[in-house]
């Protein structure tokens, strides 16, 4: 099924868009017919994936290279939009920074925060209110599976992400008057580049990871029916309803107690 090109386009931004789950995203929105906005750090990746997203599904794009923990970075993204009608903000972008707390870098714990959670603010106050306007419209926020119970080795990244689920939330309740859909994605294990963040091998993990295109598929999904939350997979679903936070976490403790580096691939 695809996604309504009317009420959710014509244009889409779809942040941290050079690679896993946002670059998914930006192939099945251009699939739809939706032009597409793709922003991210990493501009010359950008302007690879945009020209080829306009060859194979005949979609114009737009590429804003952009570090979205950067305190300005809002400025950039409305200049590239104030002209083009946006019917759909992707707000992607996250980076983890995994390892025992009082050991990390603050400074770079509070990049971590200004990405993951004031990026996803400014996007969501800029585009949300130019979506009421014209009464329809939806934002999808990538949170995390889990985040919420807090993750041992992960803490400051999993409270970052509880934050997008909360905000999430209560837009979906508040939009939904003026005609926009708002969707929370919490994505478990999927085969992106930060599980190599993670030091995790993907064939000897507990539960196999995702593919990046399933998420991004079940989340549209989710969208177009207007539902706050969306736990792409059977496994992920059952797992979030029937495994206590304390096994997860314990679980989660033992994965990631290991030297770890910052996860950069997805900004």
Known sequence: MRIN????????????????????????LADAGINVVLVARRLAVLQELGPALARGYGVDYRAVGVDLSDPGMLTPIIEATNDIDVGLLVSNAGEALPGPFVESDLQAQRAIL??????????????GERMARRGRGGIVLV???????????????AATKAYVSSLGAGLHG????????????????????????????????PISPMAPEVCAREALRALERNRANCIPGR?????????????????????????????????
């Open 174 to 205: 508040e939009l939904a008057k003026q005609g926009v859909h708002v969707t929370v994605l919490h994505p478990g294990p999927t085969r992106t580049p930060a599980l190599a963040v993670f030091g995790l091998d993907p064939d000897k993990m």
């Open 143 to 157: 949170s995390a599976l889990g985040a919420t119970h807090g993750v041992p080795y992960l803490a400051h990244t």
């Open 235 to 267: 496994v992920n679903r059952v797992t979030a309803a029937l495994v206590p936070a304390s096994v997860t976490r314990s679980m989660m403790s033992r994965m990631l107690l290991r030297p770890s580096r910052v996860e950069t691939a997805s900004r």
């Open 114 to 127: 200004r990405l993951n959670t004031a990026a996803h603010l400014g996007l969501s106050h800029h585009f």
């Open 5 to 28: 090109a009317h009420r959710f386009g014509p244009w889409a931004v779809v942040t941290g868009a050079s690679s896993g789950i946002g670059r998914e995203f930006a192939h099945q």
